[in-house]
């Protein structure tokens, strides 16, 4: 690995630089570009000032980190293309400038000297080449050539733009001194091989100046840059164009993709470090490497069936209900219903199984959000849900499901009949609009002769209406009575003055008997069987409006039913169990431990504490040297954080001593020991199931 200064101009003319398949599209915009125009006319202004160490100070412009195949001599930029592509255009703006006559230089020959910086002069041939996607823009901004209708929006387009612009308004300075600026720009090029240099590492550690990656961007590089331009573009073409066609978000379909595989789940901001992690041993060799490929390819066509709600491999019906778990923007459940249809498809569940389990998620789902509850806990309670269920092959996959569901408590419960039905008659259902909404559709939809109502209400076609308006006119209070003001405030917004219509602007505020008797659009005249009620009474009280919200809400708990199952877990030897812990977290709740089994050893223990600390024990033991990295990872969310060396800090928080160096907090739940030790156990490369806590239930 080679690393010297270079002015920006010599970088330019050492030949033909490719623009490798994995990169991103040139994506600086005009807040870069302003940046780097600024900086240069700053460094003018500091010209001026009479100091010979000023006058003519290089300024760094970062680094670029290049590759070369020692084989075929191919070279490849593999971090700083945004930079040295947008100082391209930057140059190309000039040129062109002078070659049409807008611009003047002292120089004569200034538009030619610039145009051996982009291209040669002998072959013509660019040295910035650019992937396939961007090589007709930027060859056209080269050449001079027309620019194709299709790119006339392209960042390369604007950007050109932006920097003529800022030329032909230079002031204060000539383009003579604004080249002499642009001459000081100087980078640290890296020069790496193929044979030598592992340049993933590499390009980690540098701190680059450009745009930041994102995880899905790094792990892209992860999975190509370590190879020969043939075989890179071999795997590019092969498989990370139809992993990653633009569709989803990379970083979050790789999230959903180590979820599934490995039951854990990631931070947004861990993707990349727990993908390197999870294929560490997967790209040893080539065989084992298109393994992995194929693998992320094929959950990558599951998450596209299901973000995409087209489960035509299982059935329409499966498509509708993966539409209104959609609704929700329920991507936590995403990793699980991967599984789920890997499952299907190695012959596992069947069409109407799948159906049933899509049903129950749907379930889980609405319940909760008419009952307020986050979706955050769900992902966590999803994550190890299918890894739990398999385990088991007694009774059905569904019934298993729903035994998991209703054994939650806290947050990711699964809410009843009598916490939903209190939302639903004594709540505001209005302002939790996917809730009301979807309840609404599923209410109407019942009915065999209704068109499928929330893709009508996803579509714009339905709106949410108010029988009883949200501004009372003159007509309406003197409808409602005298009680008006207490009627409205108590029932504004609830299920039973909630309906659904096309014409949410024809019916404004106008007094009932006027929305209930339009022309083709009022209440008696409506298809939907939500305004039943309102065709069949002429006045519109307190007491209907009660007593269509309690209708609404029967309605809505037949077609949304509590779900039951008579499955049981099989029952052990004794009262003790292990407790996996790759069981699911509510699972650890209300156990008594009294041991524990590791890598198939029973220990004796007096609670989950002392098991817990008896482990941490057997793993230090095991490698002293990994042990004390995790006890300095402090990220937030990791076991460092719950640890210290710190004897005084220790006795300050109340933490107990564990071993020589290491004091560990003693407050806290078994789900919490359980993540921690799911953490240290993935450092140590071990698998969950090696652990188990011997307990029984309180």
Same mark, same amino acid.
């Given at each position: 690995m080679l690393g010297n200064e270079s002015m920006l101009d010599y970088f330019f003319k050492q030949g033909i630089f490719e623009i490798p398949l994995y990169q991103r599209s040139y994506n600086w915009g005009r807040n870069n570009c302003e940046t780097l125009f600024d900086d240069l006319v700053d460094i003018f202004k500091m010209s001026e000032i009479i100091n010979?160490?000023?006058?003519?100070?290089?300024?760094?412009?970062?680094?670029?980190? =290049?590759?070369?195949?020692?084989?075929?001599?191919?070279?490849?930029?593999? &971090?700083?293309?945004?930079?040295?592509?947008?100082?391209?255009?930057?140059?190309?703006? *000039?040129?062109?400038?002078?070659?049409?006559?807008?611009?003047?230089?002292?120089?004569?020959? /200034?538009?030619? +000297? *610039?145009? !051996?910086?982009?291209?040669? +002069?002998?072959?013509?041939?660019?040295?910035?080449?650019?992937?396939?996607?961007?090589?007709?823009?930027?060859?056209?901004?080269?050449?001079?050539?027309?620019i194709p209708d299709e790119y006339e929006t392209s960042n390369f387009v604007s950007n050109y733009d932006y920097f003529k612009k800022r030329i032909l308004g230079l002031k204060d300075m000539t383009i003579d001194q604004f080249m002499d600026c642009l001459s000081r720009l100087y980078i640290v090029p890296i020069h790496l091989n193929n044979t030598d240099d592992d340049a993933q590492?590499?390009?980690?550690?540098?701190?680059?100046?450009?745009?930041?990656?994102?995880?899905?961007?790094?792990? !892209?590089?992860?999975?190509?840059?370590?190879?020969?331009?043939?075989?890179?573009?071999?795997?590019?073409?092969?498989?990370?164009?139809?992993?990653?066609?633009?569709?989803?978000?990379?970083?979050?379909?790789?999230?959903?993709?180590?979820?599934?595989?490995?039951?854990?789940?990631?931070?947004?901001?861990?993707?990349?470090?727990?993908? $390197?992690?999870?294929?560490?041993?997967?790209?040893?060799?080539?065989?084992?490497?298109?393994?992995?490929?194929?693998?992320?390819?094929?959950?990558?066509?599951?998450?596209? =069936?299901?973000?995409?709600? &087209?489960?035509? +491999?299982?059935?329409?019906?499966?498509? +509708?209900?993966?539409?209104? *778990?959609?609704?929700?923007g329920a991507g936590v459940v995403y990793p699980f219903l991967m599984r789920v249809l890997d499952y299907h498809e190695s012959g596992n569940l069947s069409d109407e199984e799948v159906v049933e389990v899509l049903g129950i998620v749907e379930n889980y789902l609405l319940r909760r959000a008419i009952c307020e509850l986050r979706t955050q806990s769900v992902g966590y309670s999803f994550s190890n849900m299918f890894h739990t269920l398999i385990k088991?092959?007694?009774?059905?996959?569904?019934?298993?499901?729903?035994?998991?569901?209703?054994?939650?408590?806290?947050? @990711? !419960?699964?809410? !009843?009949?009598?916490?939903? /039905?209190?939302? /639903?008659?004594?709540?505001?259902l209005y302002f939790r609009r996917t809730a009301c909404t979807h309840a609404l559709a599923m209410i109407e939809s019942a009915n065999k002769d209704t068109e499928d109502t929330l893709k009508r209400i996803a579509d714009g076609k339905l709106t949410v209406e108010h029988v009883m308006p949200q501004t009372l006119s003159k007509e309406w209070k003197e409808h409602l009575?005298?009680?008006?003001?207490?009627?409205?405030?108590?029932?504004l917004h609830r299920l039973g003055n909630l309906t659904l219509t096309a014409y949410n602007t024809s019916y404004s505020n106008k007094p009932y008997e006027v929305k209930r008797n339009l022309e083709r659009t009022g209440f008696v005249e409506s298809r939907l069987h939500l305004d039943r009620m309102m065709a069949e009474?002429?006045?519109?009280?307190?007491?209907?409006?009660?007593?269509?919200?309690a209708y609404l809400a029967e309605r809505f708990m037949d077609v949304m039913p509590e779900f039951t199952t008579a499955y049981e877990p099989p029952v052990t030897v004794g009262d003790s169990m292990e407790f996996s812990l790759s069981r699911?977290?509510?699972?650890?709740?209300?156990?008594?431990?009294?041991?524990?089994?590791?890598?198939?050893?029973?220990?004796?223990?007096?609670?989950?504490?002392?098991?817990?600390?008896?482990?941490?024990?057997?793993?230090?033991?095991?490698? @002293?040297?990994?042990?004390?990295? *995790?006890?300095?990872?402090?990220? @937030?969310?990791?076991?460092?954080?719950?640890?210290?060396?710190?004897?005084?800090?220790?006795?300050?928080?109340g933490y107990i001593k564990i071993? @020589? &160096?290491?004091?560990? =907090? $003693?407050?806290?739940?078994?789900?919490?020991?359980?993540?921690? /030790?799911?953490?240290?156990?993935?450092?140590?490369?071990l698998e969950f199931d090696e652990v188990a806590f011997i307990a029984r239930k309180k």
């Open positions: 010979s160490e000023i006058k003519y100070k290089k300024h760094f412009f970062g680094i670029v980190l =290049c590759l070369r195949d020692l084989y075929s001599g191919d070279r490849t930029i593999i &971090d700083g293309q945004q930079r040295v592509t947008s100082v391209a255009l930057l140059l190309a703006a *000039i040129r062109d400038a002078l070659l049409d006559g807008l611009i003047e230089s002292s120089n004569n020959n /200034l538009s030619e +000297q *610039i145009d !051996r910086k982009l291209k040669d +002069q002998d072959d013509d041939t660019i040295f910035i080449r650019h992937t396939e996607k961007d090589r007709p823009i930027y060859e056209a901004i080269i050449y001079r050539d027309p590492k590499v390009f980690e550690s540098i701190n680059s100046t450009g745009l930041d990656l994102t995880e899905g961007d790094k792990v !892209r590089n992860y999975m190509l840059m370590n190879h020969s331009p043939k075989d890179q573009e071999k795997y590019y073409k092969r498989y990370w164009t139809k992993i990653d066609d633009g569709s989803f978000d990379m970083t979050r379909l790789v999230r959903s993709y180590l979820t599934a595989v490995t039951g854990n789940r990631p931070s947004m901001y861990e993707v990349y470090d727990e993908f $390197k992690k999870y294929t560490k041993f997967l790209r040893t060799t080539e065989e084992s490497f298109i393994e992995l490929f194929e693998d992320m390819l094929k959950y990558t066509n599951y998450y596209k =069936c299901i973000g995409n709600s &087209d489960l035509s +491999q299982v059935s329409d019906e499966a498509s +509708q209900i993966m539409y209104r *778990i959609n609704y929700h088991d092959d007694s009774g059905s996959f569904a019934d298993r499901l729903k035994y998991a569901l209703l054994a939650k408590e806290g947050a @990711p !419960r699964y809410p !009843r009949d009598e916490e939903v /039905l209190y939302h /639903l008659n004594e709540t505001d009575g005298e009680n008006y003001k207490e009627i409205h405030k108590t029932w009474n002429e006045t519109w009280t307190e007491e209907l409006i009660e007593e269509r919200n699911e977290d509510s699972e650890f709740f209300g156990i008594k431990v009294t041991g524990f089994v590791f890598d198939g050893e029973i220990h004796a223990a007096k609670s989950a504490m002392d098991a817990y600390i008896q482990i941490l024990k057997i793993l230090y033991n095991l490698d @002293p040297v990994k042990f004390e990295n *995790i006890k300095n990872d402090k990220g @937030p969310g990791r076991i460092g954080g719950w640890m210290t060396s710190d004897s005084v800090k220790a006795e300050e928080w071993l @020589p &160096d290491v004091w560990i =907090c $003693k407050n806290m739940d078994n789900s919490t020991k359980v993540k921690f /030790l799911r953490q240290i156990l993935t450092f140590y490369g």
